[in-house]
């Protein structure tokens, strides 16, 4: 019901920011004095309508008034009906005025009447034809007004995580006294000169940036006075496959909630955070205050040891506290999958997990037979697959079927099994599931390289030098304090067996590590048990943008009018030029689904997002295509220049062919938004 609600208001947003298009247009048709024959709401079959002098009626009076007019010698004007009609049709994606002499689709539909179209003067046709974009320019100019007057709650543009391996974590500073890297903490001021007021911006800016020369981006560091300059050579996100810097928003220490008890019961038991409400806020760690995730990562990253912590926290059911025991960080190696998508891949000297889909995933968020937890034994030809290995060998078979097998209820109790799926692999080379390693909670591993090379990929490791393990990173700190040593290093003893109920007999192997690989493993820092993907519990840092004044908030209103306009026609460059895709725009489907989801974050939220659809609806009229405001503009100044219309076959051929254009994009983004939608 939720959903619907807010579907019903997104339509009925939608529905305004139409009818103001078509009012515009309606008003200066009868300013200019052009009869107009229908204005409507809705394209297709009338579903109701009214006309002053024969009243609301189901369906059209078109039919009974053309009657009527035939009987008094074809002359409106004896009759006190009005000659418009207002019209409400059954498909509510759009709407149109229909003017005596002039139907987009139609170009034969001419009158010589002296109220038509053609016999209006050409400058004030160019004002009809441009009264619906410029009206809608107005309406999302006064909505971002209301907006930024009331407020806006938006996420910052501060950086809370930077991706390893990113362009933001590879970013060089323009002067080299600075650092390697954006860095946690940064405030993004800019990028390619365009300012940067929201964390949405940092995306948006990455992705209309030229793919051929690195982005500048301006940053703020806590501690350092002046703005540092960075430059990015921006590559495609995993996602999306738009130009990304790498980049996550700053996150609280206030937790989200999730409204699935059984999902919160995994999320406190993988990060240690048994008996803390969902909405908790951690207020100290270790008797330090703290406010965002960024600080409590900061603080755990410096301890020495793995002694307990004390937590405290604040929630609706008053103050408490608990102990966390930080565990050893991994080390991480980079793997490049395809296309310059770069994984960084964590592990022990080698030892890593396998891939498998997120215990935490929602069912309805897994596709094709997959569940929660399930963890993959083969992959096509790969055997025991890590994170990036898995993925490039899904890729591999982008469009085509795929058999995979993978080992569900393992770790939970013996009754675990094999399963074997056929999947179905989509172009864009998944398969429909969040993936996450097996590190945080098995120890269960992949093809192993260097000093563990000894133990065959997919065993489950059980101890090591007698001390049972549950984790991977459990074992530095035990080879670190092992008695086990030489003059060269450290030799320790390592249990294992396979998950294979018909062979789980446990085996020794036998592993050294010199010297300089122990003291590697001392050097690993500290981080919330279970690991740092503990941030995505926490809700975004937000704050509310509002303008100071009256005077502000209309400065504010033109000023994102501008950028968002501007931002519409360069995301058309864009296309052109290769680094935005077709795939990646919206129809009227996937913005219905966005829509959808933006009214669950408040009516101020709605009220931007119709002003975002305002601005692009006129944009997108005002393209030099037939069947569309600019189209008809364009035919409006030939006629003026040269003294006559373009030739009657030449406006047919060409409104058949923006038909044909603009119908194929129609049916090309829909397709994809139903794809995305169910996840193929």
């Known amino acids: 019901l939720g959903t619907f609600f807010n579907f019903l208001v997104i339509a009925l947003g939608f529905g305004f920011i139409v009818f103001v298009h078509e009012l515009g247009h309606f008003i200066a048709a ?42 008094n010698d074809g002359d409106h004007t004896k009759l006190d009906i009005s000659p418009t009609e207002y019209r409400l049709s059954w498909l509510p994606l759009g709407g149109y005025v229909k003017m005596l002499g002039q139907e987009d689709l139609n170009p034969v539909a001419v009158s010589s009447a002296p109220d038509s179209y053609q016999n209006c003067p050409i400058p004030k046709r160019l004002v009809v034809i441009s009264a619906g974009v410029i009206v809608n320019v107005i309406t999302a100019a006064l909505l971002f007004i209301l907006v930024f007057s009331v407020g ?7 950086i809370g995580q930077v991706l390893p391996s990113s362009p933001a974590a590879l970013a060089t500073p323009v002067d080299d006294q600075y650092t390697i890297g954006l860095q946690p903490g940064d405030r993004v001021l800019s990028i390619n000169n365009k300012e940067i007021v929201a964390f949405r911006d940092i995306a948006t800016e990455a992705a209309m940036s030229k793919a051929s020369k690195p982005a500048s981006i301006m940053i703020q560091r806590e501690g350092i006075d002046q703005p540092i300059e960075y430059l990015a050579d921006l590559k495609p996100g995993a996602d999306l496959g738009l130009l990304d810097l790498g980049v996550t ?54 301890a020495s040891s793995q002694e307990s912590m004390r937590v ?76 990036p290995e898995g993925i490039k060998e899904i890729r591999k078979y982008s469009g085509k079927p795929l058999n995979i097998r993978v080992l569900r209820g393992f770790g939970d109790s013996n009754q675990f099994k094999l399963i074997d799926l056929l999947v179905q692999v989509n172009d864009n080379g998944r398969i429909g599931f969040i993936q996450k390693p097996t590190l945080g909670h098995s120890t269960i591993i992949a093809q192993v390289d260097g000093p563990f090379g000894v133990i065959p990929p997919g065993s489950v490791i059980k101890s090591v030098d007698n001390v049972a393990i549950s984790k ?12 086990n040593r030489t003059a060269d290093g450290v030799t320790v003893e390592v249990t294992y067996s396979s998950f294979d109920p018909a062979d789980m007999k446990e085996k020794i192997a036998t592993v050294h590590l010199s010297n300089e690989q122990v003291k590697e493993l001392s050097l690993l820092s500290y981080q919330w048990p279970g690991g740092n993907e503990f941030r995505y519990a926490f809700n975004p840092v937000q704050h509310i943008d509002k303008a100071g004044s009256p005077v502000a908030a209309v400065k504010r209103g033109i000023h994102e009018s501008r950028r968002v306009m501007l931002q519409t026609y360069l995301t058309f460059l864009r296309l052109t030029q290769g680094t935005v895709k077709v795939e990646h725009l919206k129809g009227p489907v996937g913005i219905a689904h966005i829509g959808t989801l933006i009214a669950d974050e408040g009516f101020i939220k709605v009220l931007f997002f119709m002003a975002l659809i305002s601005i692009n609806l006129a944009v997108i009229n005002f393209r030099p295509l037939p069947i569309v405001d600019g189209g008809q503009f364009l035919f409006l100044i030939y006629e003026w220049i040269r003294g006559k219309p373009i030739p009657i076959p030449v406006q047919n051929a060409v409104t058949m062919a923006g038909l044909l254009l603009i119908g194929s994009m129609f049916l090309l983004v829909t397709f994809n938004d139903i794809k995305s939608l169910i996840g193929f």
């Open 472 to 483: 991977i990173n459990e074992i530095p700190l035990i080879v670190v304090q092992s008695t």
């Open 249 to 302: 928003p700053l996150r609280s220490s206030t937790l989200g909630e999730t409204g699935d008890p059984e999902l919160w019961s995994r999320i406190s038991d993988e990060f240690s955070i048994d008996g803390v409400p969902e909405g908790a806020t951690i207020t100290h760690i270790g008797g330090q205050s703290v406010s965002t995730f960024h600080e409590i990562e900061g603080f755990l990253s410096k």
């Open 152 to 158: 806006l709650r938006i996420m910052p543009p501060t």
């Open 312 to 387: 405290d926290f604040l929630s609706k059911q008053g103050a408490g506290h608990f102990e966390i025991r930080p565990e050893l960080a991994y080390m991480t190696n980079e793997i490049e999958v395809d296309d310059g998508l770069i994984l960084d891949l964590e592990h022990v000297f080698g030892l890593t997990g396998l891939m498998q889909v997120d215990p935490d995933a929602k069912l309805s968020s897994i596709k094709q037979g997959l569940m929660p937890g399930d963890i993959f034994i083969e992959i096509g030809a790969l055997d025991y697959p890590t994170i």
């Open 30 to 71: 009868k300013w200019a004095g052009i009869r107009v024959l229908a204005f409507s709401i809705g394209f297709g079959q009338v579903a109701c309508s009214y006309r002053k002098g024969m009243g609301f009626r189901a369906g059209s009076s078109e039919p009974e008034y053309m009657k009527l007019v035939r009987e």
